[in-house]
């Protein structure tokens, strides 16, 4: 039942900006860990950044100064803003959530989005 889409993704000259949105459905965004992922052209997808429930965020080293995770509550939804960016940056951007299954394993269950394009290039 849950599901993440993610958008705002496009192509971008080296130091611009973009936004990308991820909504939700089946889930509520501020009660669980979101993250953003990133899979560029024959590389592993990697960590990009995360934010708890309680708001605490976390970056990869590459994208620390340069990339901001937020959720916004009103719309049940986390946000990625790209600044500074780099031909480095081309890849596609996937919404990660975890959500506790609420059992006494402790069990936790993910989901992803689609993906959304994002490219870098002059």
Do not use: H
């Not at 993440?4 to 009660?31: K, N």
């Not at 860990?33 to 934010?51: D, F, H, N, S």
Request: proline share 3%; charged share 15%; with cysteine.
């Amino acid at each position: 039942q849950v599901r993440l889409v993610e958008s705002g993704g496009g192509l971008v000259q080296p130091g611009g900006s973009l936004r990308l949105s991820c909504a939700a459905s089946g889930s509520i965004v501020s009660y669980n860990t979101m993250g953003w992922y990133r899979q560029a052209p024959g590389k592993q997808r990697e960590l990009v950044a995360t934010i708890t429930s309680g708001g605490v965020t976390n970056y990869a080293d590459s994208v620390k100064g340069r990339f901001t995770i937020s959720r916004g509550n009103a719309k049940n939804s986390v946000f990625l803003q790209l600044n500074s960016l780099k031909p480095e940056d081309t890849a596609v951007y996937y919404c990660n959530q975890k959500v506790p299954s609420g059992n006494w394993r402790g069990e936790v269950y993910e989901y992803w989005g689609q993906g959304t394009q994002v490219t870098v290039s002059s």
